[in-house]
């Protein structure tokens, strides 16, 4: 394979930019042209698609957000739209493409492959976690890490003021990310759309902790699990504390990538090149169980669903009491 190109789709996250370093580097090494497509598949539908030089991977794998930028482009759904793109790859005699994204971002380069032959390699880039076919992705613990980084800090707040603090996290349906903090941050209760919540419940362990001489609650919401205003407003009707909601928003999609996140970035792309080098595609690339793993691209959403949320979620559940 002689020319490749890559693309960031979808919502930004830490790390994207050390996986296009590192595939670039790597096929620019083993003699491959490297292109560059800005904004996703919208500029691979408008055509906004550029050969990488060196200088445009130095310094960015430090950084956080994408180089090559990212977009949602709703008209890739749309054949006629997905024939256009893959034209303007093929134009330029691009065979392989790596497509850095979620679960959305897979399903067109699926579709690009089936419909088109392009050999789409899918590296899983979002802070939620939720792809199939890998234990982490890229992101995720950069953004972890700066959740943790706002839990202390409530914390701070919550203890001094005797509050009950929910602070919703990102993470779209999946509940990783408030799995994850709550474990890490020693959080006093968790919501997550995986399982049913009770306010109810909820608001019996924030009694209870009050009851042993606790001086605050720290409620880890992911933002699947329901409308953090609603829940807030249904556990004031049942605690006597002050409770009060705090949404990070997009501050968790950004920062410097973790060291975690810029070595299973480096490693994945790595994979993506190798594979393309042998003339395949169609696949995704994971990291299970410490192995570098290749899937078919559907894995990511018809593969068995990781049973270690809800695993993590018990502990947690006993650990907020
Ligand atoms: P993510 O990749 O982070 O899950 P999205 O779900 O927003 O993000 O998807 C990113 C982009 O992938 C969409 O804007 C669209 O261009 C493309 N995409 C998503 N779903 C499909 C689909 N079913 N068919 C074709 N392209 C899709
Ligand atoms: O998929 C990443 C993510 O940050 C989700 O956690 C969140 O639901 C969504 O994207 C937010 O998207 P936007 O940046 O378009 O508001």
């Given at each position: 394979m002689k020319r490749i190109a890559i693309l960031t789709s979808g919502g930004d996250a830490p790390g994207m930019n050390a996986a296009i370093r590192a595939a670039a580097k790597m096929a620019q090494y083993k003699g491959m042209e490297v292109y560059g497509v800005k904004r996703g598949y919208h500029g691979m539908l408008m055509d906004e698609i550029f050969l990488m030089e060196g200088s445009f991977l130095s310094?960015?794998?430090?950084?956080?957000?994408?180089a090559l930028l990212t977009a949602r482009c709703p008209?890739?759904?749309?054949p006629k739209y997905r024939a256009i793109a893959a034209e303007n790859l093929k134009r330029r005699g691009i065979e392989g493409l790596i497509v850095i994204g979620g679960d959305g971002s897979y399903h067109g380069a699926d579709l690009l492959a089936k419909e088109h032959g392009i050999k789409v390699i899918g590296l899983?880039?979002?802070?939620?976690?939720?792809?199939?076919?890998?234990d982490f992705t890229i992101g995720f613990d950069t953004c972890l890490n700066t959740i943790l980084d706002a839990i202390s800090k409530l914390r701070d707040t919550a203890t001094s003021h005797e509050r009950t603090i929910l602070i919703e996290v990102m993470g779209r349906s999946a509940g990783d990310l408030a799995v994850h903090a709550c474990l890490a941050g020693g959080g006093d209760g968790l919501l997550i759309p995986e399982v049913e919540n009770s306010i109810e419940m909820l608001a019996f362990q924030i009694k209870q902790r009050r009851n042993t001489g606790r001086l605050h609650d720290i409620i880890l919401v992911a933002e699947?699990?329901?409308d953090i205003l609603e829940i807030e407003k249904k556990l004031k009707e049942k605690v006597s504390t002050e409770v009060r909601s705090v949404?990070?928003?997009?501050?968790?999609?950004?920062g410097a990538p973790s060291g975690r996140d810029r070595i299973i970035a480096t490693r994945m792309a790595l994979k993506a090149v190798e594979v393309l080098e042998n003339g395949e595609g169609g696949v995704m690339v994971g990291i299970e169980n410490g192995t570098i793993v290749t899937h078919p691209i559907s894995y990511a959403w018809e593969g068995e669903k990781k049973q270690d949320v809800i695993d993590l979620y018990r502990v947690a559940d006993v650990f907020s009491r």
């Open positions: 310094g960015i794998i430090e950084r956080g957000g994408t008209e890739f759904k749309d899983p880039g979002t802070i939620d976690n939720d792809i199939i076919g890998t699947g699990a329901g949404i990070l928003g997009h501050v968790q999609r950004g």
